[in-house]
């Protein structure tokens, strides 16, 4: 079995920077309020804002998920470590 190192301090510093991308993508409001007229214009003014929308949401997804990701790695590493300090003693 191959050892695999974890730079903990690294990855929490990573953690957070992504949890703080995440609360500044939440602030962001890429939703249009309203919109007059008609056209080919308006139309694709719509499907642009709902499009946004989705990728709004999409990128929010991949950040919780990342996260989740890193956190479950750096609670996987930290338990290894403590059940090998454990056997040592």
Do not use: H, P, W
């Amino acid at each position: 079995m191959s050892e695999i190192k974890i730079n903990t301090e690294k990855l929490e510093e990573k953690i957070q920077k992504l949890r703080d991308l995440a609360q500044k993508c939440e602030g962001i409001d890429v939703d249009q309020e309203s919109v007059e007229g008609s056209g080919e214009s308006i139309a694709m003014v719509t499907a642009i804002d709902k499009e946004y929308s989705a990728v709004k949401e999409g990128f929010r997804t991949l950040l919780e998920n990342s996260i989740s990701f890193f956190e479950n790695v750096r609670n996987s590493a930290a338990e290894a470590d403590n059940k090998a300090a454990d056997k040592l003693k």
